[in-house]
């Protein structure tokens, strides 16, 4: 099967700090890669979609200034929570999905982000 | 953007005892899929059903579909200890030709007693 590797798993960062995630596809190309957040207990919500060389679409009320997205490869998709705060700790899930029609998602393993 | 809603939030049973869980969403869909997330891990894909599908089978899983009620359900054989997690659906709304992330409902944590 297909494998998205997701890294950091786990990061702790001060107030005011940027972390950056990558999601990397392993063994295909991802045009496409999704940005998920899961606050405790909640169901997984869509951040933003990001398209090889494009600019991401970030869903409604989310900060593309804070949650930065770049996909500079079809291997490749980053994720840069800048000025951190403690609202944002949260896990955070990338899936990639090969070619134009999404009819699976591979998913990485998770960041677990807190901010102290 | 719909929300698929999962049932029952929670679904304690015995080994070896079959658990269902339901999703029920709101809008027109392309597919439905059924995933599962240990606790702390990622998310891992299960089995999608298409819509025009009414039914499909995978090892010990069964899903079905029902779109005029907008629902499925997933239904885990002959449980083990080891199924226990938290399962997700999530529908696919994607108009064609695109890709557009999925939406998932809140899931459904089954503990499966030994």
């Known amino acids: 099967g297909a494998v998205v590797s997701q890294h950091p798993s786990r990061v702790i960062c001060k107030s005011g700090t940027s972390v950056k995630i990558e999601c990397r596809s392993l063994d295909f190309q991802a045009t496409t890669m999704f940005w998920y957040r899961q606050f405790p207990k909640q169901s997984l919500m869509l951040m933003a979609t990001?398209?090889?060389?494009?600019?991401?679409?970030?869903e409604q009320g989310v900060e593309k200034d804070k949650f930065l997205i770049n996909h500079a490869s079809l291997t490749l998709s980053t994720l840069t929570v800048t000025s951190a705060h403690p609202e944002d700790s949260s896990f955070y899930i990338c899936?990639?999905?090969?070619?134009?029609?999404?009819?699976?998602?591979?998913f990485g393993q998770g960041t677990r982000l807190t901010v102290v | 953007s719909q929300q698929g809603e999962e049932d029952p939030q929670a679904l304690s049973i015995q080994e070896g005892e079959n658990a269902t869980m339901n999703c029920s969403y709101k809008t027109s869909i392309n597919n439905l899929q059924w995933y599962r997330q240990n606790s702390g891990r990622g998310l891992v894909h299960l089995i999608l059903?298409?819509?025009?599908?009414r039914e499909k089978h995978s090892g010990r899983l069964r899903v079905t579909l029902d779109t005029s009620k907008k629902s499925s359900s997933l239904l885990i054989t002959a449980s083990r200890a080891a199924d226990t997690a938290s399962y997700f659906c999530?529908?696919?709304?994607?108009?064609?030709?695109?890709?557009?992330?999925?939406?998932f409902g809140k899931g459904t944590h089954l503990i499966i007693q030994p």
């Open positions: 899936s990639a999905g090969r070619g134009r029609w999404v009819t699976e998602a591979f």
């Open positions: 059903i298409r819509s025009n599908e």
């Open positions: 990001s398209n090889e060389g494009s600019k991401a679409t970030y």
């Open positions: 999530a529908t696919d709304e994607g108009s064609g030709g695109g890709a557009d992330g999925l939406t």
